[in-house]
Structures are given as structure tokens and as C-alpha cells.
């Protein structure tokens, strides 16, 4: 592999382009005009304007980004997270110009795009599911019997679903028919696909996920978990590695679970496997076919570079290790920070007067910023991840704490002052939350 094209922005097109870089391997960035300043512009070898700065004529430009491939020549395509990263589509086209795309076979991108298939997929394979519909939903009555089946309160969630869209709670019988209408009207509009399926709403769930790598000669290991149980709309905004509430011997019954039922599948590259978790058991709710957001903290816990591992099994190598040689060191957390305000998460575009990033042992800024930078409206709010790693998680969460208030991000408003108020919290401090803590920790400060 000689040349990358990375398809995307911001501070996963650079974390892409530092692991090319440090193999070799020179980079290709496209860009929409809006991007033209972007440091993944300054930093990539070549670059490509793909068009204006909607993300539906550039980023999601497949055309142009096909043939930014092509007039550049490069060998292989790296989607990142969002944009085209988990278009079926767009990875086989990829492969049908004779590049190589760097993540899952087509028809698993494919099949996990599809909650419905995706579940089915793991029933067969023997993975725990949340207890719910057996695939989508013909009709209210049915969704009415499920929900008497398995006990309310429910969830009407969307086939086609992401983002936490099309997601629908009803706690009795009397709001069933109300989120099934509209569970399938957001559904429509959000995905242009109306099919729902029905889930048991878990009142106090953790979301803890595993990150798997395979390559192409049947070896399939995992990373660990990640816990990102702090969201916001079911937006993660916290993530931590390993998972405050698991033990090595939990870890390791989950993984071998889960690498046995990709083994099988014939699964490829990078991907992740999201569970809800309650009273010790595991409920497979989705999986990803790709590089993830908060991929870094199993990074800093296992002293691997995810990106690279991906660049290699994308090259037909074989992974080289087994999961006896992966070890996991201390604790990780990030602070994912975005351009909104703290309080009403409003929107915060515009320019950077000053950015300054924290430094030191075990700090680790993956970010786009920089001092006169304008951030653009047009995309996601994401400016950059405060990752650090301890020998233990009460030393990270003091890293976190002295690495926050080293941070200096002016001229926009960030969610930095979030962040800050949450490592000083008691019950974040013990480990102690589900996935509703956070709304309720924002609900009491405003
Ligand atoms: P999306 O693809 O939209 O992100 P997910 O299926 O990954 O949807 O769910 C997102 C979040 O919604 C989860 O992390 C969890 O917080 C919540 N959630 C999903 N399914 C359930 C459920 N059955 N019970 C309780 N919470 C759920």
C-alpha cells in the first residue's frame, strides 16, 4: 500500500494520516471548500477539493471522491467514522476501481446496517440479545403482543437506525400505539426507511462495547471493552477503558464469545460490538463496521495503534499475534469536546482565537484545532478528544481533571466546562452510573 485516500475531516482524517504517515504510506485528503484551511488539508500529501461544503456534495460525494482516488492514484480508501463509513455501497465501489477499502466486507457492512439482520445474525451465532421482536414489526397488534411478552416498558427502535433516531420508549400499553407512530414517521424521514422492531427497555443498563480486529486469514482477536455509558440523547460523550463495573475473567468469557461468532461469520478488519449490560449479563444491541469515535482509549490500554493494525490486514498481512499477547495496562478515558455550549448544547461555530492542548505523561489530544481556525457549521460539532491514560482510574480522572484546566479553546463556546464539572463529581468518580446518569447530572445544573 503506497498511497491512502482518506475519506473524511477534521480530526479523524489527521489520526488517519499520522498512522500512513508513520508507515510510509503517503495520503490523499479531499475536502470540501468550506475545509479548504482544515489542518487535515495542510497536513495530507495531496489534496482534492470534492466539492461545496454541504456534506451531500462532497463528503458523501462518492463520484468525486472515486475520482480523486483515481486522478491521484491511490491504492486504498479509509472511510473513518459518519460520511460514507458504513455504506455498503460505496465499499464495494471502492473494491470494483481495484482499491482496496480499508474495513468489513461489504455484506457484513451491509448486514449490520440492518438492526434487524444484525440481531438475527448474532441468534444464530450464539451471542445474548436484549429480549424483543423476532425481526420488524407488521403491525401495532403485534408490537401490542410482543410488549405483553416480554413486559413493559418497551423500546420501538428503527431498522435502519443510528445516531439514536427513531427510538421510541413506551412504559404501558397506553403509549404503545404512540411511539410505534412515531418511531416509524422518524424512522422514514430520518433513513427513508420505515421498518421498526421492538426491544425490552432496560431501566438501568451500562453501554459496554468490545473492539475486534480480524484480518484475512481467520485470526480474530480482541481490545477489550470500552464503557460509554455517559450520553446525552444516546450520544456518547464520556468513554472509558476498561469498564469500571467488569472483571478480567468477565472480559475475557465476552471475548471469546464474541471472536468465535466473527470467526465464523468471516468477519474483516476493525469493528465493534455494542451490549447493554444489567445485573452481569451482556445484550448485544448493535454492531459497528468501523473505526469508532472512541477508539483511542483501547489504544492507550493496550498499546496498539488501531489505525495501523487496520492499514495492515487491509494489506492482506496477517495479524502476526494471538489474544494471548494482548495485555491490558492501567486505565483510559476520554472527553469527547465539541463546539456547543456547556449548558443548552446550542450550537457554537466560528473562530478559534487561542487554542492551547494540555501536555504530559499519558495525555493525548486528537484534534484538528488550531489558533485562527474557523469552524465550520456544516458538520459535526466534534473539535477534539481529551484521551489520558493512568496506571490506575483514580489517576486518570486526576490526569483528566489537570489536563481540563491546562486546556484553552477561545472564541467559540465548548463543552469543556462539562467535562470539568463531571470528573469533580462523587458518583462519576466511584464508577457508579447507567446510561441515564448523565441526563439527569445536566438536568441539575441547569
Ligand atoms: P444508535 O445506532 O441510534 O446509536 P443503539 O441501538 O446503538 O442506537 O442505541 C443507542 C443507545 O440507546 C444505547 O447506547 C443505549 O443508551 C440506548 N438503548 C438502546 N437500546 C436500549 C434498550 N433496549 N434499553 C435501554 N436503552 C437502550
Request: proline share 4%; charged share 25%; aromatic share 6%.
Amino acid at each position: 500500500m503506497g498511497k491512502v485516500l482518506i475519506a473524511n475531516r477534521g480530526e479523524i482524517a489527521l489520526r488517519i494520516h499520522r498512522a500512513c504517515q508513520e508507515m510510509g504510506i503517503r495520503t490523499v485528503a479531499v475536502h470540501s471548500t468550506a475545509d479548504a484551511a482544515a489542518m487535515h488539508v495542510r497536513l495530507a500529501d495531496e489534496s482534492v477539493c470534492i466539492g461545496p461544503p454541504a456534506a451531500r456534495d462532497s463528503y458523501l460525494n462518492v463520484a468525486a471522491i472515486l475520482s480523486a482516488a483515481a486522478i491521484t492514484g491511490a491504492d486504498a480508501v479509509h472511510p473513518g467514522y459518519g460520511f460514507l463509513s458504513e455504506n455498503a455501497n460505496f465499499a464495494e465501489m471502492v473494491e470494483a476501481h481495484g482499491l482496496a477499502f480499508i474495513g468489513p466486507r461489504p455484506e457484513h457492512i451491509r448486514m449490520m446496517g440492518d438492526k434487524i439482520a444484525a440481531k438475527d445474525a448474532m441468534r444464530r451465532l450464539g451471542v445474548p440479545l436484549v429480549p424483543g421482536s423476532r425481526g420488524a414489526l407488521a403491525s401495532v397488534e403485534e408490537a401490542r403482543a410482543v410488549a405483553a411478552e416480554v413486559k413493559y416498558p418497551v423500546l420501538i427502535k428503527a431498522a435502519a437506525g443510528g445516531g439514536g433516531r427513531g427510538m421510541k420508549v413506551a412504559r404501558s400499553e397506553a403509549e404503545i400505539e404512540e411511539a410505534w407512530r412515531v418511531a416509524r414517521t422518524e424512522a422514514k424521514a430520518a433513513f427513508g426507511d420505515d421498518a421498526v422492531y421492538l426491544e425490552k427497555y432496560l431501566d438501568r443498563p451500562r453501554h459496554i462495547e468490545l473492539q475486534v480486529l480480524a484480518d484475512t486469514h481467520g485470526n480474530v482477536v480482541h481490545f477489550g471493552e470500552r464503557d460509554c455509558s455517559l450520553q446525552r440523547r444516546h450520544q456518547k460523550l464520556v468513554e472509558e477503558a476498561g469498564s469500571p463495573v467488569l472483571n478480567a475473567a468477565e472480559r475475557d468469557a465476552l471475548g471469546a464469545q464474541v471472536t468465535r461468532a466473527l470467526r465464523e461469520l468471516g468477519y474483516r478488519n476493525a469493528g465493534t460490538l455494542e451490549f447493554l449490560w444489567q445485573d452481569g449479563q451482556f445484550a448485544f444491541i448493535e454492531m459497528n463496521t468501523r473505526l469508532q469515535v472512541e477508539h483511542p482509549v483501547t489504544e492507550m490500554l493496550c498499546g496498539i495503534d488501531l489505525v495501523k493494525e487496520q492499514l495492515r490486514v487491509a494489506a492482506g498481512e496477517p495479524l502476526g499475534y494471538d489474544q494471548s499477547e494482548i495485555r491490558f495496562h492501567g486505565h483510559a478515558i476520554e472527553c469527547r469536546i465539541t463546539a456547543e455550549d456547556p449548558d443548552t448544547f446550542a450550537p457554537s461555530p466560528g473562530r478559534v482565537t487561542t487554542y492551547h492542548a494540555p501536555g504530559g505523561l499519558g495525555v493525548r489530544v486528537d484534534s484538528a484545532l488550531y489558533s485562527g481556525y474557523a469552524v465550520p457549521p456544516h458538520y459535526d460539532s466534534l473539535v477534539a478528544k481529551l484521551v489520558v491514560h493512568g496506571v490506575t482510574r483514580s489517576e486518570a480522572i486526576a490526569r483528566l481533571r489537570r489536563s481540563l484546566a491546562e486546556m484553552v479553546v477561545d472564541g467559540i463556546s465548548t463543552t469543556l466546562p462539562l467535562h470539568r464539572a463531571i470528573m469533580e463529581d462523587p458518583e462519576f468518580q466511584a464508577g457508579d452510573y447507567t446510561i441515564h446518569w448523565l441526563e439527569r447530572f445536566v438536568a441539575r445544573r441547569t
